[in-house]
């Protein structure tokens, strides 16, 4: 499974605090769980470390932002 990427999906409960909501295998089936402007997507590579700084997730945006 090296390389395969994954959508990660959270929600932001009180900035910086979110509350993690799952990993799917397509980024269609990340953005049909996003019910509120809240949720975010993320994509990331399995068995790939993230940077030890903290900085912005590759790919991450709200689907719902600009709907609600």
Same mark, same amino acid.
């Given at each position: 499974?090296?390389? &395969?990427? *994954?959508? @990660?999906?959270?929600?932001?409960?009180?900035?910086?605090?979110?509350?993690?909501?799952?990993?799917?295998?397509? =980024?269609? &089936?990340? *953005?049909? @769980?996003?019910?509120?402007?809240?949720?975010?997507?993320?994509?990331?590579?399995?068995?790939?470390?993230?940077? =030890?700084?903290?900085?912005?997730?590759?790919?991450?945006?709200?689907?719902?932002?600009?709907?609600?």
């Amino acid at each position: 499974m090296d390389g &395969k990427q *994954v959508w @990660i999906v959270g929600k932001v409960t009180d900035w910086p605090t979110w509350e993690f909501m799952g990993v799917f295998d397509s =980024e269609e &089936k990340a *953005v049909a @769980i996003c019910v509120t402007s809240q949720h975010f997507v993320a994509l990331h590579i399995v068995n790939e470390a993230g940077p =030890e700084e903290t900085h912005p997730m590759p790919g991450c945006y709200y689907p719902l932002a600009k709907k609600e």
